[in-house]
């Protein structure tokens, strides 16, 4: 599992979505695809900021980049 996201959080997420029980593997799972989703949102925050002429990622950034990911 991902270190930035526990199998704890994982269990909360989906039990928020309405899962009545969680396994271990379902948790494992959602950690690795939220990493490899947020990594991509990231590049492309980081990029945006670059393209504007800053070195800092703003707020901005992050909810431009995750926009096809939130509709």
Known sequence: ????FTFSAMHRLLKKAGAERVGEDAATELSRVLDEIGLRICRQAVELASHAGRKTVKASDIQIAAKPYLE
């Open 1 to 4: 599992m991902s270190e930035e």
